[in-house]
């Protein structure tokens, strides 16, 4: 069986690029644009936030730049893969294979331990991990002695660590989170997000969450800013001030 080995160092293109990006759905007899005419790049090797007010379009901007969902319009990139065009088996595997995923539920799979949990996207894969990548990964996110327990036996916390080891554990070229402090205590949420830095800081990893705290973007290198499904302009080593300042601007 073919062994999957410890991350490669960090591609210098950019991890995600969006083009002229819309999304359109059917409302009745209406259309509506969730996203317009997006044009963005999320940086290799960096930690990005992207913010707005409710029905900005995050969400939506999610789907479409890992692949959940395509747009109906322009061109969407991850790492050196267009995904325009491809069909939906092609696209579960390209994530299964280049994308990383977090949910403020956790997701996890209640009857596998936490190693069978953090190793399942490279098990579907029909991989296996390198042995010491394995240890070093655990030992980053603080599960070191945890992998024969279930889900259930878990705190939030250690829950949400061990959804970002599976995340991280294919070496993705982005891993995208959403909300993924949303249902965590202040502490507990702060752990958390500077497991996000150590991922970018020492792993070289891309990493985009999509979150409606100022607390938690702070933690970014970049926040990103949506409203009405349009790119309003972005924050480079963001405060907590500034950003709780942009997202009134942009609620007015």
């Not at 009857?111 to 070093?136: C, F, K, Y």
């Not at 965590?184 to 830095?197: E, S, V």
């Amino acid at each position: 069986m073919p062994q999957l080995l410890a991350p490669s160092l960090p591609q210098t293109t950019a991890a995600v690029h969006l083009e002229q990006v819309t999304r359109t759905y059917p409302d009745g007899p209406k259309t509506v644009t969730a996203l317009d005419a997006v044009t963005l790049s999320i940086e290799t090797g960096s930690f990005t936030a992207v913010m707005g007010p409710s029905g900005s379009g995050k969400s939506t901007f999610l789907n479409c730049a890992s692949g959940l969902d395509l747009p109906s319009s322009g061109r969407v990139v991850v790492g050196d893969v267009e995904l325009s065009g491809m069909s939906p088996d092609g696209l579960t595997r390209f994530r299964r294979e280049h994308v990383g995923f977090v949910f403020q539920g956790y997701n996890l799979i209640s009857h596998l331990t936490v190693g069978e949990n953090i190793q399942l996207p490279i098990t579907l894969a029909g991989l296996r991990p390198d042995s010491r990548w394995m240890r070093d990964l655990l030992a980053s996110v603080g599960l070191t002695g945890l992998e024969d327990r279930l889900p259930g036996e878990l705190s939030g916390g250690q829950a949400q660590r061990v959804a970002i080891a599976r995340a991280l554990v294919a070496d993705p070229d982005v891993v995208f989170a959403d909300e993924p402090t949303g249902a965590l205590d202040a502490a507990t949420a702060d752990q958390i997000l500077r497991l996000f830095r150590t991922a970018v800081e020492d792993l070289g990893q891309t990493v985009v969450i999509v979150t409606h705290d100022p607390r938690a973007a702070a933690f970014a290198d970049r926040v990103l800013f949506l409203a009405d499904g349009r790119f309003r302009g972005e924050l480079r080593a963001p405060s907590v001030e500034a950003i709780a300042a942009r997202l009134i601007e942009l609620g007015r």
